[in-house]
């Protein structure tokens, strides 16, 4: 096969700087195991668990899944504080690990499509963990999920969004879709732009951690252990107010506050 068939994302990680096999196949065993801890703490302690007891089960866990995949954690200003006033994070998307990412400083419900339930683990794990799911396809879908969104802002829960609706390679941020985010005005919650980029130990961006195109959710998690170091960088902006604004205007601020903090 010629090397300018490949994805570039496989061609960048065949350039050099790869990690060596052993340490691969470490990093694939040790994922394994901590998922299936994950999922045994689920299914046997959770049920009695405080809120805040799996608040910290899944903060923790994690920060050690990213530590090993070998992935460091920069955190950048200041995530709001569940239980206070009702919040909603906006961010752009570039990869399944920024479920982690955030999740590592402030876990929280997410609101993704319902393909991501009949992943191999990861789907049953983001279900057990509080993960709304919707059928884009089916228009009375949304309003269930809009009003599961807004109950659970209620009630204290900060609730993440991706309304670009799909994912990038990192180097740009799409336009945002006001409609997930028409809860958070309905809810009077603070708006929490939080921009998220995957960079290498020089500081360019990391594009084999993105799971985006024709990428296979195993073809990102082999190019993600065999970058030697990712530095997964979360930016929490500063809110905006969602008083006497509309779902559009909101959906702009919170995609501009973004691209400027990435420099796109």
């Known amino acids: 096969m010629r090397a300018d068939t490949l994805h570039p994302p496989i061609m960048a990680a065949m350039s050099g700087g790869e990690t060596s096999k052993m340490t691969r196949g470490l990093r694939l ?11 045994l703490t689920i299914a046997t ?3 009695f668990y405080s809120a805040a007891r799996r608040s910290v089960a899944v903060r923790r866990w994690s920060q050690s899944l990213l530590g090993m995949l070998g992935v460091k954690l920069h955190v950048h200003g200041k ?3 569940a239980h206070a006033q009702p919040a909603m994070l906006v961010a752009n998307h ?3 690990l920024d479920i982690y990412a955030i999740n590592a400083v402030l876990p929280v419900r997410f609101v993704a499509k319902s393909e991501i339930r009949a992943w191999p683990v990861i789907g049953w794990l983001s279900a057990k963990t509080g993960t709304l799911f919707i059928e884009r396809a089916r228009r009375r879908d949304a309003v269930r999920v809009s009003g599961e969104i807004v109950t659970a802002m209620q009630r204290g829960d900060v609730v993440t969004v991706f309304p670009e609706g799909t994912t990038t390679d990192g180097s740009l941020v799409l336009r945002f879709h006001g409609s997930l985010l028409q809860p958070a005005l309905q809810a009077g919650a603070l708006v929490h732009p939080v921009a998220l980029r995957y960079a290498r130990d020089d500081g360019s961006l990391c594009v084999e951690a993105a799971y985006d195109g024709d990428k296979s959710l195993w073809e990102t998690l082999r190019l993600i252990v065999g970058q030697p ?6 930016w929490f902006l500063q809110p905006l107010p969602t008083e006497k604004a509309d779902r559009r205007t909101l959906a702009q601020a919170a995609q501009a506050a973004i691209a400027d903090r990435l420099n796109y």
């Not at 065993?29 to 999922?39: F, Y």
């Not at 170091?229 to 979360?234: N, S, Y």
């Open 29 to 39: 065993t040790r994922l394994a195991l901590h998922m299936l801890q994950g999922m």
């Open 45 to 47: 302690l959770f049920p």
């Open 79 to 81: 995530a709001p504080k």
């Open 94 to 96: 570039v990869s399944w």
């Open 229 to 234: 170091e990712i530095h997964a960088h979360v």
